[in-house]
């Protein structure tokens, strides 16, 4: 619960950095360059700012994780019920009747 907060915290922070930036970069404060420093190291270690980035990939390794043990992406309701209920909904989208379609990078 703890990381769960701090990621919360970074992904404010940067989205304030996402949202402050001006077209002409002002003179920068040693605090945001600071933030601006952590930002990036996080990214290159393949932080994710958006949560629901997040949870796509969380959910994509987990059912990953389903295949190598099982042999298939057949996942049973009664096995997992919440890795059930994304893979539906991912099906859902590939066929376009959610309301989010899946982009070509996540069908891929």
Request: with cysteine.
């Given at each position: 619960q703890?990381?769960e907060y701090?990621?919360m ?14 077209s ?23 932080f994710?700012?958006?949560?629901n ?6 959910k ?33 989208r ?12 996540q069908?891929?």
């Open positions: 703890r990381l701090w990621q915290s970074y992904h404010r922070r940067h989205q304030t950095l996402q949202a402050s930036r001006p002409r970069p002002p003179a920068m404060s040693l605090l945001m360059f600071d933030r601006i420093i952590r930002c990036r190291r996080l990214e290159e270690i393949g994710e700012f958006n949560r980035t997040a949870r796509w990939y969380a994509y390794y987990e059912l990953l994780q389903y295949r190598n043990d099982n042999g298939h992406v057949r996942v049973e309701e009664k096995e997992n019920l919440s890795l059930f209920r994304w893979v539906c909904t991912q099906r859902r590939r066929k376009g009747v959610h309301a989010a379609k899946l982009s070509d990078t069908i891929k």
